[in-house]
Every structure is written in structure tokens, then in C-alpha cells.
């Protein structure tokens, strides 16, 4: 018995059909499409259009006027409030990432091991990430409220003078740093806590072997296996801090004397309350770039000092 070859089947329909065909949309485009608009929409064409108002002079209602270049720029590298916005949120940087990573990593490392009631503890470590701004803000000015807050009330007790926290120029930048603290802490120690419980035992029985102690085992283990969560904390802890501005708005509103008053609170004084959109808008170029270097920086760093296991 022969087995006759059968000749491959034509596509069915008419050759219009299979050129029409070919022309309409790949299935996956189709799908896709919804969020690239969105996207479009809500990012890029915002980003190009904060772009193009930077060069130009704009009326109260935002409409460009008259095109000015680079003189927008020009004038916010002289204006001293915004000098010392730069200088302040570079400050608050300083306060605020280190202590947040340094607290969130010990508190971790403090946890990790599964012993009676330590549950309790990871769900008072990780309870600030649970607490909104607004919530976390009324909390602590009634803690800093000059007369009847808790921590001038305990400085009475010990004969001292009660301080104004968030009235003071001297004091209020450390004291909103430490509320920005205390907020962000949760989120970098449930990051930090996911890191150490991927790391296997037997690393830290390597370490029993050499009799090596808790310091030890902290450089050359612990470290070293979770710099890719302790990179990432570091990395959203830095954009945070210069994107801040709910704690400032609510807490002291930029004062006293603008000593809190950070880069993205200037840019929204100047764009919601001044009008003046073209130097807001040029704010808003100068914040982009300083968070992209700082992130192309970091994830240079990154390249060369993380470790995967």
C-alpha cells in the first residue's frame, strides 16, 4: 500500500483576505495598547511638556508667554531660597537614608532568629509601614507640641527648658529627619528581614566552625548575601528623601525661617501658590536629574559590590 503526499493547505479566502490580514494588528499589540496610552498620557507627554515650559516665561494660569531659554535656570542657581531648599534637602539626605538602613538592618538581624515572641517584635518593627502621613504627622506634633507634648513635658521633669521643635531653626530639620525615620523604617525592615531568611544555615555554621563572633558574622555573611535588598533599600530610601513632601507640608510647612524647606516643597510653593510655572517646571528638570545620577550612580555601585547568592 503507497502513502500519497499530500500537497500543504492554501490558507482559505481570497488573496484580498490574506493581504488584509497581514496588515492588521499583532494580538499582542492590541493588548498592550491600553497601557502604552496610558502611559503616554500620564507620563511621557507630562515630562515633555514640563520640558518644553522650562524655557519659557508663563502667566498665573500656566500658558506660556514668551520664551526665555535657559533663564529660568539661570535665575534658580542665584536665588538664595532656592540655594538653600538644594542645600537643606541634601541635609535631610544625610539625616534621614544612613539611619533609616543602619536601624532597619540592626532591628532585622536582632529578629531574624525564630525564638518565643518574636513575632510580637517583627509586628512592632514593620507597624510604621501600615501608618499614613497624614495619621503619622497629628502623632508627632502632639509628641512635639511645645507646651503639652510628652517630650517637653519628660525635659520639665528633669529641670530642663521645654524646645521648640518644630518652631526652632535649629532643631526643626532633625526633628522632622527623625519623623521621616520612624516612617520609612517599616517598609526597609520587612525588605531586610525578606533578605536574611534566604539565607541558608549552613553559611552561619561555616561561622560557628572558625569560632567567628556576631560582628563576624554580620561582615562577612550577612552583609555580604543581602546587599542586593540593602542596595535596593538604599536606593528607595534616597529617591524618598528627595521626593519628600507630605511630612513637610503637614509638619512645619517649609519653616521656620525656610529651614525645612526642601526642593520638592519649593517647587510646589512656586507652582501652586506663586504661579510661577516656568521656574517650577525648571525645578522639577533639575529634581529629575539629580535622582537619575544618584540612581545611575547606585546602580553602578551595585554592579560592582553586591553579592548573589
Known amino acids: 500500500m503507497t502513502l500519497e503526499k499530500t500537497a500543504p493547505t492554501m490558507p482559505q479566502g481570497t488573496e484580498e483576505e490574506v493581504v488584509e490580514a497581514k496588515k492588521r494588528l499583532p494580538v499582542w499589540v492590541i493588548y498592550l495598547l491600553p497601557s502604552m496610552l496610558i502611559f503616554i498620557l500620564f507620563t511621557i507627554y507630562p ?41 537643606t534637602t541634601f541635609l535631610y539626605t544625610i539625616l534621614t537614608v544612613p539611619l533609616t538602613v543602619i536601624i532597619s538592618l540592626l532591628l532585622a538581624v536582632l529578629s531574624a532568629e ?67 525615620i520612624w516612617m520609612n523604617i517599616g517598609f526597609s525592615y520587612l525588605v531586610l528581614m525578606g533578605g536574611l531568611k534566604n539565607i541558608d544555615d549552613s553559611h552561619y555554621e561555616s561561622v560557628e566552625i572558625v569560632g567567628g563572633g556576631f560582628f563576624y558574622r554580620l561582615r562577612k555573611v550577612t552583609i555580604p548575601l543581602i546587599s542586593p535588598s540593602l542596595f535596593f533599600v538604599c536606593t528607595i530610601s534616597l529617591i524618598n528623601a528627595f521626593q519628600s513632601f507630605g511630612l513637610i507640608d503637614m509638619l512645619t510647612s517649609g519653616g521656620p525661617n525656610n529651614s525645612t524647606n526642601l526642593m520638592v516643597y519649593q517647587l510646589y510653593q512656586d507652582a501652586f501658590v506663586n504661579f510661577r ?5 525648571a525645578q522639577g528638570i533639575i529634581l529629575f536629574v539629580l535622582i537619575f545620577l544618584i540612581s545611575q550612580l547606585q546602580t553602578k555601585l551595585t554592579e560592582r559590590l553586591v553579592t548573589y547568592q
Not at 507597624?127 to 511645645?146: E, K, Q, Y
Not at 510628652?150 to 518652631?167: A, D, K, M, S, Y
Request: charged share 5%; no cysteine.
Open 47 to 87: 515630562f515633555v511638556k514640563t520640558v518644553i515650559t522650562s524655557f519659557f516665561a508663563t502667566s498665573t494660569t500656566g500658558s506660556l508667554t514668551q520664551f526665555v531659554g535657559l533663564q529660568n535656570y539661570i535665575d534658580l542657581f542665584t536665588n538664595g531660597n532656592y540655594l538653600q531648599s538644594l542645600g
Open 114 to 180: 525564630d525564638r518565643p515572641g518574636m513575632g510580637v517584635f517583627r509586628t512592632i518593627f514593620s507597624s510604621t509601614m501600615g501608618i499614613s502621613v497624614a495619621a503619622g504627622s497629628v502623632f508627632w506634633n502632639l509628641l512635639f507640641h511645645p507646651t503639652a507634648g510628652l517630650l517637653n513635658q519628660v525635659i520639665r521633669w528633669f529641670g530642663g527648658q521645654p524646645i521648640g521643635w518644630l518652631t526652632d531653626t535649629h532643631y526643626a530639620i532633625f526633628a522632622v529627619s527623625a519623623v521621616s
Open 277 to 281: 510655572i516656568g521656574s517650577a517646571s
